[in-house]
């Protein structure tokens, strides 16, 4: 699909306005869970097999950026799991005596040179970054996935004049897939659909992106938020993440 | 120098069919109930609708042919139009808006409004050069909008309905200033109207269109004195019947007759004027041969007089004092007798 | 009884109204009280403040720029008739008024991005594609403010009693001089009221812009860009550019406050 991820931005846009206005109406008996946008769909997955295994559970998804979160968190929304895509956004919730318990490095993931389908461009490393025929695209620096990139390009020593700097790797993505951009820089997970291909970037210049998981202290089904934080972290778990494109921690 | 408009045109219900000319120096008043097509008319002359067939020549160009082709818009047809509601540009000056046809005409600004503020002079409103129109009276605007065709030096005048819209206290004034601008006016002009006094004053002659057909022209006197329809005849205040003469009476179409004195036999209309029809609370005995009992319609206060619309049979107007209505009590509703003698009824053959 | 009636009814209102009012007003006091006064000019003159708000204006004004240079003669065509196409013509034209912001972004990408026959096109004549551009953000803005510029003077057109210009015509004046001495300074008051509607729409204009022209500073981030960014980063800043955004909107709407209101 062209803009699967164009339009799943928009339907979280959607979600997250509304689990942002009310407060839980499902009952006791649901678990939410917080996770980096990045996760959805290994998230997604894992708590689909949880919700067969634990029939008397539900589990709640809300996905956006990690600020969103964190923003979201601050002004008081309810959670009894939190997965951030960086560790810098789970200190920060710690900071706030959110969470209970240390958090977990439950995955990991890697930056790779995100292109349209066959690489009509011909774009084989960081330094192809630079050439003034391409439009290139990177998340801006209040995005992880922005402050990685430029880590990376630093290592590397490659200067790149971006043509915009997006608010969130799907919209980075879904650029490159609609073809506007040539290339542009995202997590190697995001490669994983049909309009686009991934570059890979050497281990010399990558960075490693840890992924976290925490059980919220506010929470209020710690019993079940611990199942499926135990989940996550099972053979079961780590078996849907690394089909999505994670790597194990 | 004369317009000649000999055309048909077609728009909704009106089918319109004429053929009139005008002269240069005469004002030709165009007259007929609502919805006859005077403002049709005049709008095919000005050229703001195109005609379906025939021709418009003015002095002998043509103006429009029907096809299209030698369609000249309103723009280019050089006309000078008076409209009932003055229409001047409310975002304008007095001055500016009779400035409008003359910087239209490729006049400079300055000369323009020059020879604008000598018009406004010459209508009494120099004071009011550089007022906006809804700061002037009703009177004042149509004025304005006259001097603002003019200004322009026209070949033709067109005024439609020009003192329909004015307070009848201001009227009178405007009409006599009217008067004087158009006998000022060398070229042909026709004034739509539905006011018989406005049609008597200001026009050397009348035409009367009816459902989109000319049913009587002539000069003011000839129309007055032998109004061939109802509506001619309701326009000079003068009571009017159609039917056919046998045996020294006229029967109406719905059998009603009114015995009248006629060498004529056959179809023949019929005038009597609203003053001789005489009201009685009882039957009548005496010369008047016609008298029957009717309704009251409805009382009009006229100039120094009630007209008494009379319902029935054969409805007529009948005119009476006031102290004739206080004395006899009239009121609509109210059942009269009716008596009109025979010799005043004019009677001519059809 | 009855006046018992009407006297709790009017409670009522008041108390609903009271309601209503609050519900608009606490937003905008929100932004008023919590902005960093103190830090505001220092915020307010910093380069990337500036560029945004530079970008705004030029989007903006840009934007009504196109909305009359292209609207006029739309609102025009369209004000002259009711036929089933210029209805058709309307409807696609007010879209953007009703449409989900991020949809008209997808559809300008996809309409005018450099992988369409129309962008292609644009690329080829003028040697750089439209997305990524600032004369992106002016379409962006143009797109979703332009529909309030040709709805508000058509209406002022079709209010327009046409025997002005009869007589205009009647006057000697050609459709030229009607069009400019008489229809547009009648219909003056819906001009106004377009332009400062459309001016104020391409002032907001967030997401179709972010979209199709995406987000670089000194390039496309425009106002409300620059503070969605801020946001993330530094709220106070957010806060403070959300007062820009909000004075100059209350600006426009104070301009045009005898548009709603009958005058008499």
Known sequence: MMFGKVRTALVLAVLLAASACHRRTTGPHS???????????????????????????????????SATLLMQLREGAVADLLATADEQSMATVATWDLTSGSPRIFAQNQLAIVVRKGNPKGITALKDLARSDLAIGLCGPEVPAGRYAREALETAKVTVHPRTLETSVQALVGKVSLGELDAGIAYRTDANRDSVAAVAIPNAHNVTVHY?????????????????????????????????????? | MSLHLRFNLNRGPLQLKLDLAVNAGETLALVGPNGSGKTTCLHAAAGLISIDHGTILLNGAVLDDGTGNAFVPAEQRDIGIVFQEHRLFPHMSAQDNVAFGLRAHGIGRKAARLTAAAWLSRMGLGDFAAEKPHSLSGGQAQRVALARALAKAPRLLLLDEPLAAVDASARQDLRRDLATHLRAFAGPRIIVTHDAVDAFVLADRIAVL?????????????????????????????????????????????????????????????????????LFHEQPIGSPRNAWPAPIEALEPALDSVRVRIGGQAPLVAEVTAATVASMGLRPGLTIWVAIKATEVHVRPE | ?????????????????????????????????????????????????????????????????????????????????????????????????????????IALLLAYGRSSLVGAQFERWFGFSLPFSTAATVVAAAYMGMPFFVLSVEAGLRALDPRYLDAAASLGAGPWRRLWSVTLPMIQPSLRTGILLCFARALGEYC???????????????????????????????IGLSLILASLSIAVLFVLRHSWTPRR
């Open chain 1, 31 to 65: 678990i939410r869970v917080f996770a980096a946008a990045s996760l959805g769909a290994p998230i997604s997955a894992i708590a689909k097999v949880f919700e067969a295994q634990h029939p008397d559970l539900r589990v709640e998804l809300n996905f956006a950026g």
């Open chain 1, 212 to 249: 976290l998981i925490a059980t919220l202290s506010h929470g209020l089904q710690r019993s079940g938020a611990d199942a499926f934080c135990a989940m996550v972290l099972s053979k079961e778990g780590q078996d849907l993440l690394h089909a999505h494109g994670f790597l194990a921690p």
């Open chain 2, 210 to 278: 009816e459902g989109g057909r000319i049913v009587q022209t002539g000069t003011t006197e000839a129309i007055s004195s032998n109004p061939r329809t109802r509506y001619v005849a309701d326009l000079i205040g003068l009571n009017f019947f159609r039917g056919v003469v046998r045996d020294s009476a006229l029967e109406l179409k719905n059998g009603a007759r009114l015995i009248v004195v006629s060498q004529h036999q056959g179809n023949a209309v019929a005038t009597m004027h609203p003053r001789s029809v005489a």
């Open chain 3, 1 to 105: 009884m009855k006046r018992r009636s009407s006297s709790s009814l009017r409670v009522l209102v008041a108390l609903l109204t009271a309601i209503a009012v609050a519900l608009f007003a606490l937003p905008i006091l929100a932004i008023v009280t919590s902005a960093p006064w103190s830090r505001l000019i220092e915020q307010l003159s910093s380069v990337p403040v500036q560029q945004a708000l530079g970008l705004s204006l030029i989007s903006s004004f840009g934007a009504v720029l196109l909305a009359v240079l292209l609207g006029l003669p739309l609102a025009l065509w369209l004000s002259q008739s009711t036929s089933l196409l210029r209805t058709i013509v309307r409807i696609i034209v007010t879209l953007p008024i009703v449409l989900p912001p991020v949809t008209a972004g």
């Open chain 3, 208 to 238: 179709a812009t972010q979209m199709f022209a995406g987000n670089l500073p000194g390039s496309t981030r425009t106002l409300p860009l620059a503070c969605a960014v801020a946001m993330e980063v530094d709220p106070e800043l957010a």
